[in-house]
């Protein structure tokens, strides 16, 4: 997985548009952030809940680890792009991007994966 596939994943959701913040790239639905990238480092991050990063590191501890400090607390997960696989990072960018995306929006893209 590159930070080129993330990028791509990431602007596939609906409304997602890319910004900055920070001095490195963002991902935004609606003006509110749900994910961004390291290119230098080759990391990725996405928004979760707590609960989710659970899950998620759980599920695959070699490719998510919780940012340090009060951030990953909240569920701010790093994702190591290079022991990931397309799937796994689509899932967790669609998890964040459910979070953040507007209820009506949110349901719009359930409808097309179901």
Do not use: Y
């Amino acid at each position: 997985m590159t930070v080129d596939d993330f990028r791509r994943i990431a602007l596939s959701l609906p409304e997602a548009t890319e910004s900055a913040h920070m001095g490195h790239p963002d991902f935004r639905v609606r003006k509110k952030i749900f994910a961004t990238i390291w290119p230098d480092e080759g990391w990725g991050m996405v928004k979760l809940t707590p609960d989710q990063q659970v899950i998620f590191r759980q599920a695959e501890p070699a490719v998510f680890v919780a940012v340090k400090g009060g951030w990953g607390r909240k569920g701010a997960t790093n994702v190591r792009l290079e022991s990931a696989d397309p799937t796994t990072v689509r899932r967790a960018l669609v998890t964040a991007w459910r979070n953040i995306a507007p209820k009506q929006l949110a349901e719009m893209l359930e409808e097309d994966d179901g």
